[in-house]
């Protein structure tokens, strides 16, 4: 169903073109990050993940950047298709504790 | 592909009342989460458990909340008196030695 409450930061791209959503972390002992996508009435789902021993990592047709010196992560998803639609929220966590999530940005693809 | 289930997939109970949410992790995963989020809110962590035992909880994992792996493949969250507040979607993840979650479907409790 539809979320009411917070409004999440909405990003909205023609199908085709590339996406960035950003996140900013807050604990520089984070040493994992994840981007999750979740669409609406369903868990989060793992899309990629980084350790903070490398700047960028990529996968199928998303690829994500991070930026220690300003604690942002950035979640790159290459040729946007109408499946992409979904809230997508990062993840950081310092040896597998303390998981703490951003609140989501809403990715909105348009025809 | 082997997942993680959640049931129910919505309870309803009175303010007062205690409820049972029940997951079944992934069957050779060794680390055990459950996460609540508030509706229209970011997901939040409650707990982990490991070994049998909890390794970390968080703030809102008060005297109220409780887990248990009752047998090889369920693990458990009780609430003990729910509040309205406790309203929320909670997500149960499991995860292997690479610290990769992955989440079940989630259970929408109610309470009224």
């Known amino acids: 169903g539809e979320s009411v409450g917070l409004h999440l930061p909405t990003l909205s791209v023609q199908e085709g073109d590339n996406s960035i959503i950003n996140c900013a972390y807050s604990?520089?002992?984070?040493?994992?990050f994840i981007w999750y996508k979740q669409e609406s009435g369903k868990g989060p789902q793992f899309i990629i993940d980084?350790?903070?021993?490398?700047d960028k990592r990529q996968g199928q047709r998303v690829t994500v950047l991070l930026n220690k010196t300003v604690k942002h992560l950035s979640l790159q998803i290459a040729a946007t298709q109408p499946g992409d639609s979904a809230v997508y929220f990062c993840?950081?966590?310092?040896?597998?504790?303390?998981?703490?999530f951003g609140p989501g940005t809403r990715l909105s693809v348009l025809p | 592909e082997p997942e993680v289930t959640q049931t129910p997939s919505h309870q309803v109970t009175q303010m007062g009342q205690e409820v049972i949410l029940r997951c079944v992790p992934i069957?050779?995963?060794?680390?055990f989460y459950w996460y609540r989020q508030i509706l229209g809110q970011k997901v939040e962590f409650l707990v982990s458990?490991?070994?049998?035992?909890?390794?970390?909880k968080s703030e809102i994992f008060d005297d109220q909340f409780s887990v248990e792996r009752p047998d090889g493949s369920n693990f458990t969250l009780k609430i003990r008196s729910t509040k309205l507040e406790d309203s929320a979607m909670y997500f149960c993840?499991?995860?292997?030695?690479?610290?990769?979650?992955?989440f079940g479907p989630g259970t929408r409790l109610t309470v009224l």
């Open positions: 993840a499991s995860g292997d030695a690479t610290d990769t979650q992955y």
């Open positions: 604990n520089s002992a984070s040493d994992y």
């Open positions: 980084i350790r903070s021993n490398m």
């Open positions: 993840a950081e966590t310092d040896y597998g504790q303390n998981f703490v």
């Open positions: 069957s050779n995963h060794l680390y």
């Open positions: 458990f490991y070994n049998n035992e909890i390794s970390e």
